[in-house]
T-cell receptor
Framework: DAKTTQPPSMDCAEGRAANLPCNHS???????VYWYRQIHSQGPQYIIH???NNETNEMASLIITEDRKSSTLILPHATLRDTAVYYC????????????FGQGTTLQVKP | KAGVTQTPRYLIKTRGQQVTLSCSPI?????VSWYQQTPGQGLQFLFE???????NKGNFPGRFSGRQFSNSRSEMNVSTLELGDSALYLC?????????????FGEGSRLTVL
């Protein structure tokens, strides 16, 4: 599975959009981009995933560049409860339960 | 529906002891994975089970083992505990073997080794 690079930390003002970048320059054609987050002392929570098209759900939007070498997770209106560590993960479709977590981005939403 | 349930939530052991952790997946989920989370190493994959068979194994010593039962419930065992085994152990479940969707994580079992 391809490796990912994320900034270690980011701040965001409450009510503003949070844009979390991820670099995955070695991604291969059949690998998906997944985003999970982990709020302190809880288990990771799935947010969204995509292959090459942009995706949106009730939690967030995922923008994947055309060359698929990078992506951005967008939380449209960040709240204090969105303060968490956000993990960008790349994996193929055949390894269902195995995720390779990096260090993630610690997002601090401030009032 | 009920989420992934892990027991016990907290436990304290001493070096040399062994421990068994339990995970009940979401009803209908057949794949169960285990992860270890420590401040130094972050989240690391331990192993994955599907239909009572181990599908994947991470880079952990043989002291770490697991199994899955016919009802998809899973247990992991750590023998001869070391101080470095102190960690949050997380279980995750998913529906099928080749599901490209999400993993559902439990709240974890926090193990402290003294």
């Amino acid at each position: 599975d391809a490796k990912t690079t994320q900034p270690p930390s980011m701040d965001c003002a409450e009510g503003r959009a949070a844009n979390l970048p991820c670099n995955h320059s070695t991604i291969s054609g059949n690998e998906y981009v997944y985003w999970y987050r982990q709020i302190h002392s809880q288990g990771p929570q799935y947010i969204i995933h995509g292959l090459k098209n942009n995706e949106t759900n009730e939690m967030a939007s995922l923008i994947i560049t055309e060359d698929r070498k990078s992506s951005t997770l967008i939380l449209p209106h960040a709240t204090l409860r969105d303060t968490a560590v956000y993990y960008c993960i790349v994996r193929g479709s055949g390894n269902t339960g195995k995720l390779i977590f990096g260090q993630g981005t610690t997002l601090q939403v401030k009032p | 529906k009920a989420g992934v349930t892990q027991t016990p939530r907290y436990l304290i052991k001493t070096r040399g002891q062994q421990v068994t952790l339990s995970c009940s997946p979401i009803s209908g989920h057949r794949s169960v994975s285990w992860y270890q989370q420590t401040p130094g190493q972050g989240l690391q994959f331990l192993f994955e089970y599907f239909s009572e068979t181990q599908r994947n194994k991470g880079n952990f010593p043989g002291r770490f083992s697991g199994r899955q039962f016919s009802n998809s419930r899973s247990e992991m065992n750590v023998s001869t505990l070391e101080l470095g085994d102190s960690a949050l152990y997380l279980c995750a479940s998913s529906r099928t073997e080749r599901d490209t969707g999400e993993l559902f994580f439990g709240e974890g079992s926090r193990l402290t080794v003294l």
